[in-house]
T-cell receptor
Framework: NAGVTQTPKFRILKIGQSMTLQCAQDMNHNYMYWYRQDPGMGLKLIYYSVGAGITDKGEVPNGYNVSRSTTEDFPLRLELAAPSQTSVYFCASSNQGGNEQFFGPGTRLTVL | GQQLNQSPQSMFIQEGEDVSMNCTSSSIFNTWLWYKQDPGEGPVLLIALYKAGELTSNGRLTAQFGITRKDSFLNISASIPSDVGIYFC???????????FGAGTTVTVRA
């Protein structure tokens, strides 16, 4: 099992550009999550999904969109990148009602 | 989600020392978890606690679920250099599919 995989590992965007951060898991987990981590801060939840076709907003959803067409994939879309979206983004999955979450290696995004 | 209050924010410890960190909340949680994050990596689950008063060990790590359900503690015994990293607590409320995270405790070990 590869676990939770994320691509790309690093990306630099210009203000106003768009991109999709990819996340996939091969553990057949129903629950998937997107977090952002800013320096010296904990993890803030952007969006989450409790199953294919179901998504919901987390604590900081503005400027992001998600979709969940399959159990395995949970992409995160940034439509109009802003410097405030410079962060490290982590995807996670769980099969236990969302508690024991397994994290991917992260995507480090810089918006200039 | 609600942020948890984690302390200390950082600590420098001598190799071989025992260390403790804790996490508190103003509301009740039904599950407490402790994660460790190495530089450039995603967080890795260390210990999960499901019952008030529960004490669980994982090697040199021991965590406790506070009896009030509003706090949790993590102890590391006999620190070694690979204990360096950021430790996060996380809590889950009943019926919620989300976790709330503390801001982390950064541990640096002096050899």
């Amino acid at each position: 099992n590869a676990g939770v995989t994320q691509t790309p590992k690093f990306r630099i965007l210009k203000i106003g550009q768009s991109m999709t951060l990819q996340c996939a898991q091969d553990m057949n987990h129903n629950y998937m999550y997107w977090y952002r981590q800013d320096p010296g801060m904990g993890l803030k939840l952007i969006y989450y999904s409790v199953g294919a076709g179901i998504t919901d907003k987390g604590e900081v959803p503005n400027g992001y969109n998600v979709s969940r067409s399959t159990t395995e994939d949970f992409p995160l879309r940034l439509e109009l990148a802003a410097p405030s979206q410079t962060s490290v983004y982590f995807c996670a999955s769980s099969n236990q009602g969302g508690n024991e979450q397994f994290f991917g290696p992260g995507t480090r995004l810089t918006v200039l | 989600g609600q942020q948890l209050n984690q302390s200390p924010q950082s600590m420098f410890i001598q190799e071989g020392e025992d260390v403790s960190m804790n996490c508190t909340s103003s509301s009740i949680f039904n599950t407490w978890l402790w994660y460790k994050q190495d530089p450039g990596e995603g967080p890795v689950l260390l210990i999960a606690l499901y019952k008030a008063g529960e004490l669980t060990s994982n090697g040199r790590l021991t965590a406790q679920f506070g009896i009030t359900r509003k706090d949790s503690f993590l102890n590391i015994s006999a620190s070694i250099p690979s204990d360096v990293g950021i430790y996060f607590c996380a809590g889950q409320r009943r019926g919620d599919y989300k976790l709330s995270f503390g801001a982390g405790t950064t541990v640096t070990v002096r050899a």
